[in-house]
């Protein structure tokens, strides 16, 4: 029989709501509260997420200012993604399930099957970057500028990132699938050591990181591509999805951590806080 996982779409919200219902998800799932879940998302403002253990140094904060961006940690690892123009995927599932291996590569693989197959609705030809591609490439504290292993790949070029997490016998796995890349916006948000550097920089990305919207040759909308992803991991990973909602017990415990934790800049700004203690 197919694994029955819950299927929620909560559109579009801000950064520290987004991060704070995935927190939550993972959270409910390890006491067995709710079904592995399958979550999409929007985002209302511009946002840069960076990873769970990257240092804020990278981050050029008068360009978040200059642009009117949210600014959040993530709970997962990776470098730093702009949230912008896009659809987000979150999925949170037991580690138990026979289907989810032990390896991050691994399942990874299992899990990228489903944003393949979603491509394929969307008549995008993607290609998996496999991990014997990038061991010598130098690391980017820019998400897109640089494959991890299994992500998308269109005519060489990135066009999703995916980063995950395993606590409480739970993967969490959310990733970025844009319509759209504003790289001027992009390249103003991160720290370089010239402004020479930095324009070469967006220069040479275009080379490396392609939007579904320049892949496809069309405009896809946030419900095009939601119906696409859904069917993606449907058939990619043999699962049957049931409607899930949060009741409003639940949305309260959200907006309590969003408050608490990704408001915060004991949260967001950890590294800079240990460095001035």
Known sequence: MKDTWGLIDTGYQDAAINMALDECLLLWH????????LRFYGWTKPTLSIGHFQKERTIHFPGIAKHGCQFVRRLTGGSAVLHDD?????????????????????????????IFAGFKELDIQAQFSMPEEHFTKERSAVCFERPSDYEMLVNGKKISGHAQTRKLGVLMQHGSLPFT???????????????????????????????????????ITYNEAVTAFTKGFETGL????????LSDSQWEEVQTLAESKYRSDEWNLKFQKKVHS
């Open 30 to 37: 390890s006491k067995d509260l709710i079904p592995p879940v």
């Open 86 to 114: 896009e659809l987000t995927y979150s999925l949170v599932v037991s580690e138990q399930k026979p289907y989810i291996e032990e390896s991050i590569r691994k399942a990874y693989h299992t899990l990228a099957q489903g």
């Open 181 to 219: 890349m504003d790289r001027e916006m992009l390249f103003d948000l991160f720290a370089f050591s010239t402004e020479e550097l930095r324009a070469r920089k967006r220069e040479s990305f275009s080379s490396k990181a392609i939007s579904m919207n320049e892949a496809s040759g069309k405009q």
């Open 238 to 245: 043999d699962l049957h999805f049931t409607p899930f909602a």
